[in-house]
């Protein structure tokens, strides 16, 4: 089955980081967008960064001057480097690869912000 493996959620104290890696299921510079979602209990998944082919870069609000995404072509991998973590960061964070006529999603990794 042709998905992105997510990876490094974890338990983390507010204030802390962590970072999450993307595992893409080919090479990450045939793929249009990649993208980190993230769903919290009770409500719906939202769009937390992506970057594109290019290497552009889009980020919700609430992402903004906290988190990074970036990648490493050579290892087919994006990251999302989340700093200054709050508790309602807490999620399941999703990976996406998206394109004219491709949407693969990951299982997602859990990350859990505790006060």
């Known amino acids: 089955q042709v998905q992105p493996v997510e990876s490094g959620g974890g338990l983390v104290q507010a204030g802390g980081s962590l970072r999450l890696s993307c595992a893409a299921s080919?090479?990450?510079?045939?793929?249009?967008?990649m993208g980190w979602y993230r769903q919290a209990p009770g409500k719906q998944r939202e769009l937390v960064a992506t970057i594109s082919r290019s290497g552009i870069t889009n980020y919700a609000d609430s992402a903004k001057g906290r988190f990074t995404i970036s990648r490493d072509g050579a290892k087919n991998t994006v990251y999302l480097q989340m700093n200054s973590l709050k508790p309602e960061d807490t999620a399941v964070y999703y990976c996406r690869e998206a394109g004219p006529g491709y949407d693969y999603w990951g299982q997602g990794t859990q990350v859990t912000v505790s006060s």
């Open positions: 080919r090479s990450i510079l045939s793929i249009n967008v």
